[in-house]
């Protein structure tokens, strides 16, 4: 039986070699670790559609050394008045040789379901359920699927050719903003908006602010085109008074006007006086130059996009 009074949650996660990076820096911003199995277990609740990472989360109900004594559980779960399904989780950390197979899968589904309180429903249940090995241990508990809401996104009426990707803008603002209650965020070069409006549909708190004032109204036209409200201003980072928990920035730049080192001084400078910890998306390595405004790094992933990388450094 699963004794401790400590909630417990499992996330299975699903990305490409590309995208480990970005995904393992994310992960460690919620949970304070990362795994190489894509899937994890923690205390910590985060929505699963915030990242368009996560493939899903269990809250668990119950727990066990083997499949019989989750079966053994079941008739405590469900409800007269629900129907429900149970669906074992095909991300989990069994593979090669203890790789459990489709027909054994079904069998466990079968097994809790037909324990479980309430009627079975294959194609519209009230409420899902999920097994999963993990660890040694198996599992069971109500299953949420995460939705990717971000891909609502993708197409924006103002466009920008060097403007970051929805799914990596949108973890960038999980890895800024991991846990939103009470934080203050700003992202002082903008552009048109693609961080703020990921950030803003997960409910973060985050204003923007750019010297640029076409991109300031384009920023606000994505931004109310979602049906989104935010603060967006022209303004130069050195004229921004007021303090934030976090910053993030995407230094700007293009193939044509490279903006040069004084210009990425000010605007580093200037984000250590406005916020006490700073998410840099850069296009090259900048390690002294964050140093030399006293900015110190604490993590750090590269992003790949075809033969473009990136790389985002977590600075406090």
């Known amino acids: 039986m699963n004794n401790s009074r400590q909630p417990a949650f499992i996330y299975t996660f699903a990305y ?43 809250e668990v109900l119950a727990e066990g050394d083997t499949v019989e004594e989750i079966v053994a559980q079941a008739p405590a779960f469900g ?4 129907t429900n399904k149970v669906i074992f989780l095909k991300i989990n950390d069994r593979q090669g040789k203890d790789k459990i197979e489709n027909s054994e899968r079904l069998q466990i589904e079968r097994a809790i379901g037909t324990e479980m309180q309430g009627d ?18 198996w599992y069971f508990g109500m299953y949420t699927k995460s939705e990717p809401v971000w891909f609502a996104h993708i197409k924006k009426p103002r466009e920008y050719s060097t403007a970051l990707s929805t799914r990596v803008a949108r973890a960038v ?44 109204d384009g920023s606000r036209e ?13 303004s130069a980072i050195e004229e921004i008074t007021e303090t934030y ?31 006490k910890k700073v998410v840099i998306v850069t296009i090259e390595s900048m390690d002294d130059r964050l140093e030399s405004v006293g900015l110190q790094i604490k993590d750090r992933c590269i992003t790949k996009k075809q033969q473009f990388t990136r790389e985002i450094v977590v600075c406090e």
């Open 120 to 137: 079975f429903d294959l194609h519209n249940p009230n409420q899902l359920y999920a097994i999963v090995p993990y660890e040694g241990r």
């Open 222 to 234: 994505n931004i109310a085109y979602f049906g989104l409200t935010g603060d967006v201003k022209k």
């Open 245 to 275: 928990d976090v910053a993030i920035i995407d230094l700007p730049y293009n193939l044509y006007t490279h903006v040069s080192w004084e210009d990425q001084f000010t605007i580093l400078k200037h984000a250590r006086r406005i916020a």
């Open 173 to 216: 603002a999980n890895i800024a903003v991991p846990h939103p209650e009470g934080v203050r965020a700003i992202d002082p070069c903008c552009g048109i908006g693609t961080v703020l409006v990921e950030a803003l549909s997960m409910g973060i708190h985050i204003v923007g602010r750019d010297i640029n004032p076409l991109v300031c």
């Open 79 to 82: 409800s007269e008045n629900e």
């Open 16 to 58: 490409n070699d590309a995208e480990r990076s970005l995904c393992h820096l994310e992960m460690r911003s919620f949970f304070g670790k990362d795994t190489e199995v894509k899937i994890i277990k923690s205390s910590i609740k985060i929505d699963p559609s915030r990242s368009p990472f996560m493939k899903g989360r269990v």
